[in-house]
């Protein structure tokens, strides 16, 4: 097949460029990332060939290899794993597959220090793309296992790569990198001596379970062994250790190495905020080694996030991604799980069902939880951490792990009216009711501060009634799926009636009966004309300051609610809510006085169409009509004039 020259997509054009323009200080990581590379394929070589004994494939002396020629100026990163096939190629290194490329690019651009742009390679699936920051000319030569013909990729990194089938390559890949010369003002170092190569392996790579060897230098002499008359070329030396941490003592371990392990795993290359250790032992033994992240990921909430635990059993790899081992809500958590009793053939709908996993799980969701417990109690600065890059993902848990909850509620924290920066425990807010105060109150909403300006607080506030302020968008369902804390009821403070009132006797029965009565025929006549959009107009107790609020009964969807679940492709009915209306306000005083005088006056049916626009844009909403309201505002501005 002739030689075939194509151009990189558009975004991959971009990110060479940045790359090539030495965009990332520590040029170092580009070794780390050929070598994770190579770690991969032959792990998914092993794999393969337990799935399939037939694969015509040579699996006794897996490895990665490192091959250095001074004279040529290259360096060559050779294993002899899954390889690629031709198709295969142009898929995974001609274009860049990866959604979220483009927010790379973006972060890439805005990282403010060198140091914050170093730790984004790898985080994007980038990594082979970082041999541009040494290289003048990235060549590739793989073969696929159990194919017949290799194929030659290369590059020169100006937008354009070359793809050909080639005959007897050998299985596995090489990638060859025809090195730029050394500048060490720009912090590139000459890669074509080995002790560099040493230092950056037993840096990166050391934990690796494959070896990587070092091919002796072509230009170093051949040594005769003992006995020996005929001229031996020397042994590869291995550079790694190979030992796997999670098999180790703590004592053994730093944690520089814990955090290259994780480095490796997550393709973060920032440290992990904690590290978790597990061994089971007895009728089911396993250990587990997990991290949890210091930054959430960009892509956490959407839907192809790749989530779960690398899974061995007895050393052997098995799966990247086992999404079995951890619920959904712990999708952050990466780490390593190494089994002692599965089957090596096992198989993720086999997985699913596994008794052992499913034990696993739940003995690896409570080990995880306390762990955060004890950042909580001890190391607070830590679990500020925490709480800001997960609790929004944490929380979800609270509706689907029914198991955990309590131990959920015990980690989790608030945001709060009591203080302007401390967030609360659900714990600490009952320890803080007033006398007489039976419920935990809520407000859910975008951000604290449209909350706090919500006139739904304004009696609350007045009263030094505290308040929680729930702003992430699993609030709006998990505060009903727990429902009650400690026999104190969660009550939104947006929902149903609220006496507050009653609670400091600060109006007889015999004023409220009054009130209801003087306002009776405005509530009803309201009640008629806004009948498309309410179901109740009622005199309220919540507000002091403002004319009006709208409310959801008790047991109503919230239109966040109900926009969560349209935007999910739900389509659920329209809610028709309470308007309540604050009597000791001008305006609702000066309505009703002009309902008992007019009440067939037809600027009498706009304003009342007005108060309750205003009650809608004071919860962030937006008026039915809004040219419509634009117009009646602007003719009332004018009769001021």
């Known amino acids: 097949m002739p030689t ?19 965009v990332y200080s520590n040029k170092d990581v580009f070794l780390r990332e050929l070598v994770s590379n190579a770690s991969d394929a032959l792990d998914k070589l092993r ?20 091959e250095i020629d001074k004279d040529a100026r290259t360096l060559t990163v050779r ?11 142009g898929q995974l290194i001609g274009t860049i597959a990866n959604s979220g490329t483009a927010t790379f690019l973006k972060e890439l651009k805005e990282a403010k220090d060198a140091a914050g742009a170093d730790q984004l390679i790898g985080q994007f ?32 990194g100006e937008g354009t790569y070359t793809l050909e089938s080639v005959e007897d390559a ?55 062994t003992d006995g020996d008359d005929g001229d031996q070329a020397p042994e590869p030396e291995t550079l790694n250790s190979q030992k796997a941490l999670w098999a180790r003592s703590r004592e053994e371990v730093s944690d520089d190495e814990y955090h290259e392990l994780y480095k490796h795993i997550s393709h973060d290359w920032r440290d992990p905020l904690e590290t978790v250790r597990l061994q089971a032992e007895g009728t089911f033994e396993y250990q587990a080694l997990l991290f949890i992240p210091g930054h959430a990921p960009h892509d956490l909430f959407t839907q192809g996030y790749q989530r779960g635990l690398q899974l061995y059993v007895k050393r052997v790899f098995i799966m990247d991604d086992c999404e079995a081992l951890l619920p959904p809500y712990l999708r952050f958590v990466k780490g390593v799980v190494d089994a002692a009793d599965l089957s090596l053939n096992v198989s993720r709908e086999i997985l699913q069902q596994d008794r052992h996993i499913r034990m696993m799980q739940r003995r690896l969701t409570k080990k995880v939880l306390s762990t955060v417990k004890d950042m ?5 600065d830590k679990y500020a951490t925490f709480w800001r890059e997960f609790g929004a993902v944490l929380k979800e848990g609270l509706i689907t792990d029914a198991e955990n909850r309590d131990a959920i509620l015990a980690v989790a924290s608030f945001a709060t009216t009591h203080g302007d920066d401390d967030p609360t425990t659900l714990k600490a807010y009952v320890e803080r009711m007033k006398d007489g105060q039976e419920d935990i109150y809520y407000l859910t909403g975008a951000s604290r501060q449209s909350i706090e300006n919500s006139p739904h607080m304004e009696a609350f506030r007045a009263k030094g009634i505290e308040v929680l302020l729930l702003t992430d968008p699993v609030d709006e369902v998990w505060v009903d799926a727990v429902g009650e804390f400690e026999g104190r009821k969660l009550r939104s403070v947006a929902k149903g009636e609220i006496d507050l009132d009653a609670k400091d006797e600060e109006k007889t029965e015999d004023e409220k009966e009054k009130q209801a009565e003087e306002y009776g025929g405005l509530l009803g006549w309201m009640k008629e004309r806004l009948a498309e959009d309410v179901k109740e107009v009622r005199l309220s107790s919540r ?38 209306l604050n009597p000791d306000h001008m305006l609702v005083k000066g309505l009703n006085q002009a309902y008992k005088e007019h009440a067939d006056k037809a ?23 809004p040219a419509r309201f634009v117009k009646l505002v602007a003719d009332r501005l004018e009769r001021t004039l």
């Open 603 to 625: 600027e009498l049916a706009e304003t009342a169409e007005l108060l309750h626009a205003l009650a809608v844009l004071a919860e962030g909403g937006q008026p039915k009509e």
């Open 376 to 380: 909580k109690a001890k190391d607070p």
């Open 170 to 224: 050998p299985q596995g890949t090489a990638v060859t990198l025809h090195l730029k010369p050394a500048d060490p003002e720009n912090q590139l170092h000459d890669y074509t001596v080995t002790w560099k190569i040493r230092e950056i392996v037993k840096r990166y790579s050391d934990f690796i379970t494959w070896p990587i060897r070092l091919v002796p230098e072509k230009t170093e002499k051949t040594e005769k």
């Open 79 to 89: 294993d002899n794993g899954i390889g690629m096939s031709y198709d295969e190629v």
């Open 125 to 156: 699936g980038v990594g082979f793309y970082s041999a541009f920051m040494v290289a003048d000319e990235v060549t590739l030569v793989t073969r696929r296992a159990g194919e017949r013909q290799g194929t030659r990729w290369s590059s020169r």
């Open 4 to 22: 075939e020259t194509f151009e990189f997509q558009v975004e991959a054009r971009q990110l060479l460029q940045l790359m090539i323009h030495s």
């Open 543 to 580: 507000l002091t300051t403002s004319p009006a609020c709208l409310v959801s009964d008790a047991h109503d969807l919230t239109p966040a609610l109900e926009n969560m679940y349209r935007a999910m492709g739900q389509e659920v009915p329209r809610t028709r809510r309470i308007l309540e």
């Open 47 to 66: 794999l393969e060939k337990l799935r399939d004994d037939t694969l015509d494939a040579d699996v006794s002396d897996l490895h990665i290899e490192i």
